[in-house]
């Protein structure tokens, strides 16, 4: 049984900064992709960035430059750290995880979907 617990959400000032951690457990498969997604109240909820076992990153363009996805592979830990942080940054923030192909991976923060494992998220708020 895959689980996915997020962690490190908080209230912060804009320009500040937060480190968001994702404990996965229950997951032995080698190709597996992880990533990070948030929802705001009355969006949709949209992919933030990805990481896949190789150790490739992409990221939305919203946060390009501020956030870094990261893992630790002995901890089985996804990390998002999280700088520059904006009021429009706010929102609730799920870590997710799943064996992608290579395509899918490309277009995994397009399509949440292809993500079967899913944490209970974590509130991030950012405010002036």
Do not use: H
């Amino acid at each position: 049984q895959v689980e996915l617990v997020e962690s490190g959400g908080a209230s912060v000032q804009a320009g500040g900064s937060l480190r968001l951690s994702c404990a996965a457990s229950g997951y032995s498969d080698s190709t597996y992709c992880m990533g990070w997604f948030r929802q705001a109240p009355g969006k949709e909820r949209e992919g933030v960035a990805a990481i896949n076992s190789d150790g490739n990153t992409i990221y939305a363009d919203s946060v390009k430059g501020r956030f870094t996805i990261s893992q630790d592979n002995a901890k089985n830990t996804l990390y998002l750290e999280m700088n520059s942080l904006k009021p429009e940054d706010t929102a609730m923030y799920y870590c997710a995880a799943d064996t992608l192909t290579a395509i899918q991976f490309l277009g995994a923060l397009t399509f949440p979907t292809l993500f079967g494992y899913w944490g209970q998220g974590t509130q991030v708020t950012v405010s002036l």
